[in-house]
């Protein structure tokens, strides 16, 4: 490996930058609360992790290589980033209540970070054009650590990301735009979307 601490100032930046991974964590700890925020942070890293298991094995690159993989995956990100949208306005009524919905499966949060990150083409460029800089070729093992460190710093950001919308969610309720949040955060994803397909 090749200068670890520059490796993870890049890796960091990479993923404070906004997208579809961040607008997921903020929603779901609107909705949910705080926990809620912070396990979907969890599916997230848990979806980097698989990442960094397909670069490893070289499936990563098997995937960049090919045009129709490559254009399928981007496809697939944004017709679920639409479908999430669409789902946000279909329960817009009881996306800020005054208490957060219970939770009767956790699992289906972190299932939904997973699948976020998996179908989000920055994440698997990340893997694909930024970890081999700091890789000697061919060594899995470095790609597995350098996976393990950007997973880490997603669980840190988006745990906090999840945690800060769960704390301001009343403040939220109260605010008088507290009606048309379900819509902004619908027209951000379908934005996002948008440009997932329109990305070269």
């Known amino acids: 490996m090749q200068n670890i601490a520059l490796y993870t100032i890049g890796a960091f930046l990479l993923i404070v930058s906004p997208g579809p991974d ?41 995937l960049v290589a090919s045009d129709l993989a490559f254009e399928l995956i981007r496809y697939l990100g944004a ?6 949208g669409l789902k946000m306005l279909r329960h817009r009524a009881i996306i800020l209540p005054t208490q ?23 994440a698997l460029l990340t893997f694909m054009a930024f970890i081999p800089q700091f890789v000697r070729t ?9 996976g393990v460190i950007i997973a880490l710093l997603a669980l840190g950001w988006f745990g906090f990301v999840g945690y800060f919308a769960g704390a301001v969610r009343m403040w939220m309720i109260q605010s008088p735009l507290a009606q048309c949040m379900p819509y902004l955060i619908a027209g951000i994803l379908f934005m996002l979307g948008i440009r997932v397909v329109s990305s070269a």
């Open 22 to 62: 961040f607008v997921y964590v903020l929603t779901r700890g609107i909705t949910y609360g705080k926990t809620g925020g912070m396990l979907s942070a969890c599916g997230i890293a848990l979806g980097l992790l698989i990442h960094t298991l397909f670069a490893a094995i070289g499936l990563t690159a098997v």
């Open 138 to 146: 061919g060594d899995a093992q470095e790609v597995i650590v350098l």
């Open 100 to 122: 957060a919905p219970e939770m009767t499966n956790s699992l289906h949060l972190v299932r939904q970070g997973v699948l976020t990150n998996l179908f989000n083409p920055k």
């Open 79 to 84: 017709a679920y980033l639409v479908f999430l």
